[in-house]
């Protein structure tokens, strides 16, 4: 019922930028929180960055001042600008969106497909 389509990954050399996005598309009235994960081979899948309705953002300590999470809350996407890329941020990424249905309904959550990041050195 929601799809979310992420765009942006690829193979970039150390020190380099990425630009991920994220559309959210079909039964939506609204979206909550948006978040970024990253999952490493062998690793579980971690929280990256989050961003809240308003806009209120959180990231984890690994990409502090490094990546920096928008959304455009009219076109239901979520962007998260890595800048000064590692080799440790080698991942796929994968977005969620807490989707709610209707007002004053539940939300629930849905994940993109995934996109593979990989970083050279």
């Known amino acids: 019922q929601v799809q979310l389509a992420e765009a942006g990954g690829g193979l970039v050399q150390v020190g380099g930028s990425l630009r991920l996005s994220c559309a959210a598309s079909?039964?939506?009235?609204?979206?909550?929180?948006m978040y970024w994960y990253h999952q490493a081979p062998g690793n579980q899948r971690e929280l990256v960055a989050s961003i809240t309705g308003s806009g209120d953002s959180n990231y984890a300590d690994s990409v502090k001042g490094r990546f920096t999470i928008s959304r455009d809350s009219a076109k239901n996407t979520v962007y998260l600008q890595m800048n000064g890329l590692k080799p440790e941020d080698t991942a796929i990424y994968y977005c969620?969106?807490?989707?709610?249905?209707?007002?004053?309904?539940?939300?629930?959550?849905?994940w993109g497909q995934g996109t593979q990041v990989t970083v050279s050195s």
């Open positions: 969620r969106a807490d989707v709610l249905y209707s007002s004053g309904g539940f939300q629930y959550a849905y």
């Open positions: 079909g039964r939506i009235f609204r979206i909550n929180t």
